[in-house]
Nanobody, 122 residues
């Protein structure tokens, strides 16, 4: 199995920035497509961003975060990042890191972290 551990969440003022990290262990990392999802209270989980395997040359973002969030990966550290800028209160959620061994961003994500809380105050 692949173990994923998120970190970097916290409390930030609207307009501020946070960088989330997701450290992977247990399996080779670079061959996985990696994604970020989030879930606010009393809502369903929603897709945030994804990055292609290996070099991470392709990325895809939800419309709600496009232009504000950036996903990246460092295969040497087995880590994927989510840089979040211009944060809004509606970005408040538990953010989850996920991995899949498929070949496109829309394939099923097989492994999930436990989540990290991001709270944006107005």
């Amino acid at each position: 199995q692949v173990q994923l551990v998120e970190s970097g969440g916290g409390l930030v003022q609207a307009g501020g920035s946070l960088r989330l990290s997701c450290a992977a262990s247990g399996r080779p990392f670079s061959s996985y497509i990696m994604g970020w999802f989030r879930q606010a209270p009393e809502t369903e989980r929603e897709f945030v961003a994804a990055i292609s395997s290996w070099s991470g040359s392709r990325t895809y973002y939800a419309d709600s975060v496009k232009g504000r969030f950036t996903i990246s990966r460092d295969n040497g550290k087995n880590t994927v990042y989510l840089q979040m800028n211009s944060l809004k209160p509606e970005d408040t959620a538990v953010y989850y890191c996920a991995a899949q061994s498929g070949y496109n961003f829309f394939a099923q994500y097989d492994y999930w972290g436990q989540g990290t809380q991001v709270t944006v105050s107005s």
